[in-house]
């Protein structure tokens, strides 16, 4: 017989960001001298910011059987920048488990943003270099087949699906990937975890003329990795990663 719980998360989670738009070092400076209108860093306050996430969401879980469960999961969060007025954006997602069996799991995530504040792009007009305010709307998501061969060892297909898309007079920056992940992972022991897998995706953008050169920003990525896990004492994690890309 199946049985239902709900559930209910709230919570604020607070952090400071020394390089909020991810500026290379030697333009850290440029934020006091090119802020005026139309250059570069016109109404962005600086690297560094205190961010603020309030947000919550609601879960239900139905108990199937052994070992199997449903679980649905729906929420949002808003985030609140101290300096940066303009980069708050809001999140939200859902996600889903289904447990096919004990040993084989399917898994499910959304995720999707309305609008948000990416940095001051470049533009022609009339000859003369712009810089205008580009913001971007975003849709993830994400499916995942999952087998347990023993205690010790599962393989995992998965699938990713990003779209981005800008205002319009940026269009030539938009994209829409997918991806195929084949991984397997191996406990070890209690404490090492070791992971290898392979990706394979595709990145499609229109073609923008930019500055008398017909931009094309599509790329296609082919990938192989290991990554091994070692959870230490005290709530210490130590983790290592290689990655071939093609």
Do not use: C
């Not at 300096?83 to 939200?92: G, I, M």
């Amino acid at each position: 017989k199946a049985r239902w719980r709900p559930g209910v998360s709230i919570g604020v989670n607070s952090e400071f960001s020394n390089n909020l738009f991810l500026v290379h070092p030697r333009r850290l400076g440029d934020f006091a001298t090119k802020n005026g209108v139309g250059q570069r860093y016109y109404n962005m306050q600086g690297p560094w910011d205190i961010v603020t996430t309030p947000g919550g969401d609601l879960s239900s879980t139905w108990r199937l059987g052994k070992k199997r469960k449903l679980i649905l999961v729906g929420g949002a969060k808003y985030y609140i920048f101290a300096r940066n007025e303009q980069a708050r954006y809001l999140k939200a997602y859902v996600s889903a488990r289904f447990d096919l069996t004990k040993h084989d799991t399917l898994r499910a995530r959304g995720r999707f943003v309305p609008s948000r504040f990416r940095k001051n792009y470049a533009r022609d007009v009339g000859g003369v270099r712009v810089y205008e305010r580009a913001d971007y709307q975003q849709l993830d998501a994400l499916g995942e087949y999952r087998h347990d061969w023993s205690k010790h060892w599962n393989m995992a297909l998965e699938y990713k699906f990003s779209r981005r898309r800008f205002n319009s007079a940026f269009f030539g920056r938009d994209r829409t990937s997918h991806e195929l992940n084949l991984r397997s992972v191996h406990d070890l022991s209690k404490q090492l975890e070791v992971s290898v897998g392979t990706a394979a995706g595709v990145s499609r953008s229109p073609q923008q003329m930019e500055f008398g050169v017909n931009k094309d920003r599509s790329f296609q990525v082919g990938r192989g990795y290991v990554e091994l896990d070692w959870n230490m004492s005290h709530r210490w994690t130590f983790a290592l990663a290689s990655e071939l890309r093609l």
